[in-house]
């Protein structure tokens, strides 16, 4: 499908997920005007894609909230400043003119924005996938890398394989709901928060979960169609049986820049380099916000993203609007900017 189309905006968001929706808020608190580009077909990143029910505990105002309902929350934020967007398609060239930039993406949509802001977050991603022969048969039918709803696994016998945030936070979530859960880890060690190891260690030694270490995954056993069981092995080719209804192998996301990796933008491995005080890369006109973004001393939360998102806005005024002064004032004096 092809939107051909060519709009004309203040800023262009590359990302919709937390970072990119309170950079269009942003915006619209200093009266601009902001399409957003999103290469997936729903906003909200990774907390939509990769963990919806997961709760998020470092957010100010909430001592917890769900991913998708920070996400829903964000959404209603922005929505007075009627930021148009563009989802399901990627931002596939960059290029300079007169009066900033203008990008083109897979759908055929022009873009044309005094400043980007780029909130792409880990850019372009995907699993890392066990080397298990025939796992591709199971992927979405028993075989899964990320829990969109935690009720798809009631009742059912879950092996979780892995050793990081990931695998402990939906070990501990998942073992209120399904039959059995088995957490697969290659030591004894894991590399999650210590107050979720406890909790990790405490459930094993109630019997409400397992603990298999040290072993690492071996092979699969199914019809084809279902799945029936997760073979593990130690290092010394000791295995064991797991029966199983799925398997979660949390293995950690490939990341890649993709098209931006072209942009001429001075990188840092998978990162942007910015400065802080204004989050503009090398390329004047082009900021980059939230975890695709580095500069010395960066610490890598979405309230930071947050505050860098707010930076950003007000550095893109004064490409967006040269000949109007802008004004600090708190959100209590100004209110929202009418449209």
């Not at 990008?103 to 924005?113: I, N, P, Q």
């Not at 080397?131 to 798809?152: F, K, M, N, Q, T």
């Not at 979960?209 to 199914?222: A, M, N, S, T």
């Not at 998102?309 to 600090?328: C, G, Q, V």
Request: net charge neutral; aromatic share 8%; with cysteine.
């Amino acid at each position: 499908m092809t939107e051909a189309a060519i709009h004309r905006t203040d800023v262009a968001i590359v990302g919709a997920g937390p970072v990119g929706l309170f950079a269009v808020f942003e915006c619209g608190m200093v009266r601009l005007r902001c399409h957003v580009i999103d290469v997936l077909d729903a906003v909200g990143g990774q907390c939509t894609a990769l963990y919806p029910e997961k709760p998020i505990y470092d957010i100010p105002g909430y001592p917890r909230i769900d991913a998708q309902d920070l996400v829903a929350r964000l959404g209603e934020q922005a929505a007075p400043f009627k930021p148009v967007f563009h989802l399901g398609q990627q931002v596939t060239s960059l290029a300079p003119q007169a009066n900033g930039w203008r990008l083109t993406t897979s759908r055929g949509s022009v873009v044309e924005a005094s400043a980007v802001v780029i909130a792409a977050g880990v850019g372009a991603f995907g699993p890392n996938r066990p080397p298990l022969p025939g796992i591709e048969a199971y992927e979405g039918r028993g075989v899964h890398y990320y829990v969109s709803r935690r009720e798809e696994f009631r009742g059912k016998r879950v092996v979780i394989a892995g050793g990081g945030d990931s695998a402990v936070d939906w070990a501990l979530s998942l073992a209120e709901v399904a039959a059995r859960v088995s957490v697969v880890h290659r030591r004894p060690k894991f590399r999650a928060a210590p107050e979720s190891e406890a909790r990790l260690a405490a459930l094993a030694a109630e019997g409400k979960l397992d603990l298999v270490v040290p072993y690492q995954l071996h092979g699969i056993e199914g019809d084809g169609a279902r799945l029936t069981a997760v073979t593990v092995a130690t290092l010394d080719g000791a295995t064991r049986r797991l029966e199983a209804d799925a398997l979660l192998p949390f293995f950690g996301l490939a990341m890649e820049l993709g098209p931006i990796a072209g942009w001429g933008l001075t990188l840092a491995r998978t990162q942007i380099e910015v400065e802080a005080a204004t989050m503009v890369t090398n390329r004047p006109g082009i900021f980059a916000i939230g975890d695709i973004a580095t500069y010395p001393g960066k610490l890598k939360l979405i309230l930071t993203g947050f505050a860098e998102a707010a930076i950003a806005a007000r550095s893109a005024h004064a490409l967006a609007r040269p000949d109007t002064p802008l004004h600090f004032e708190y959100s209590t004096t100004s209110g929202l900017p009418s449209a």
